[in-house]
């Protein structure tokens, strides 16, 4: 065999490893996309959110103070902003005063019903002695020592002396009814007090407190504006109430279930895996709660895989890599591993 014979079989022998190379790579590829397709869903249709609580005045007045700023970390009970508060602690002062009035009418309607008893008790009394007199008379008058006319006047006596009692009678419950008390207040003392309670929380909410800790957010507001109630001011994002928003095809839901483990990259992050659970599966696509759902009911009608999205937990949240909301990320779920 000659030199060049050698030669050209070795270059063949070299394609043909490399070709086996090749070839061997390609199904060792695809086999490792096949168990990795069987083993794992994964998708970049994905964004971090959170709990986002919107602000707003739980009443009307002007703003006195804003301590805080655009993008500020907070802490539960902080003071947000405040409103100017002698308003309400006038509203205050004044249902005090009412609160006071209807005690001391309380003790008067006491002293009323005191008094009205002791009427209803001489009353009793005087027909108690009105029928002893009729009873003295009707025998007089039985033994022929006094006239009828005595037993009649007597008679008429006792009937005025029971109707005075039944009048007696009549304001005593009129005053008891006035003084109905329960928990030891009349009606007016309970009207009264909540009143004084009603303006002590009102005066209360002139402060707005942070209802947990997070960043404020979308924050625009200054002193001496006026401000009313159950209209959003700026939104504070909770901290520790972060969550991914999955978005997978129809197609690849099979396997996907609450408890299943997965792993979350944040575009922010490259290099930092954060890892969580699935939580809960939509409803419905995002389709269907769009705000123009697609109407399939047409003559252009066609097939496309809706996305369903899934809500994944974020159990190891780092400070060092504070994550916000929007931010877009890809989730992989693990669907052979135990839950």
């Known amino acids: 065999m000659t030199a060049r014979t050698r030669a050209f079989s070795s270059k063949r ?20 996309y096949w168990y990795r397709a069987g083993q794992y869903r994964s998708t970049e249709n994905a964004y971090v959110n959170a709990r986002i609580v919107q602000v707003s005045s739980l009443v009307m007045g ?5 301590p805080v700023h655009e993008n500020d970390y907070v802490h539960a009970g902080d003071v947000l902003f405040a409103l100017d508060a002698r308003p309400f602690q006038a509203a205050l002062d004044e249902a005090m005063g009412k609160l006071r ?29 009105a029928e002893s007199n009729l009873r003295r008379t009707t ?38 009814a006035a003084l109905a008390q329960k928990g030891g207040e009349t009606p ?47 939104a504070l994002v909770e901290d520790h109430s972060f969550w991914v928003d999955a978005n997978f095809k129809e197609t690849e839901l099979e396997g996907v279930t609450p408890g299943r483990p997965a792993t979350i990259v944040v575009d922010m992050y490259p290099g930092r895996a954060f890892h969580g659970r699935v939580e ?22 066609v097939k496309v895989a809706q996305r369903v ?31």
């Open 309 to 339: 999205p899934v809500r994944v937990s974020i159990d190891d949240a780092d400070p060092a890599h504070p994550l916000r909301v929007g931010a877009t990320a890809s989730v992989t779920v693990a669907l052979g591993l135990a839950r």
């Open 13 to 32: 022998l070299a394609g043909v490893a490399v070709a086996l190379l090749v070839v061997a790579a390609v199904i060792a590829g695809g086999g490792w």
């Open 280 to 301: 809960s599966l939509a409803g419905g696509t995002g389709a269907a709660f769009s705000l123009l759902p697609a109407q399939n009911a047409n003559g252009n009608w």
């Open 139 to 176: 025998e007089l008058v039985r033994r022929n020592f006094m006239s009828r006319q005595a037993a009649d006047d007597a008679q008429a006596r006792v009937a005025a002396a029971r109707s005075a009692l039944a009048a007696a009678r009549a304001r005593v419950d009129k005053a008891r």
């Open 62 to 66: 002007q703003v006195s103070e804003v």
């Open 188 to 234: 007016a003392v309970r009207v009264a007090r909540a009143e004084v309670d009603k303006a002590q929380l009102d005066l209360d909410h002139t402060a707005m407190r942070a209802p947990a800790d997070g960043w404020v957010t979308r924050f625009d507001l200054t002193r001496g504006t006026v401000v009313t109630p159950g209209n959003p001011l700026f």
């Open 101 to 129: 009035q209807a005690e001391q009418g309380t003790r008067q309607d006491s002293s009323e019903l005191l008094a009205t008893e002791a009427d209803a008790a001489r009353a009793a009394s005087e027909l108690a002695n």
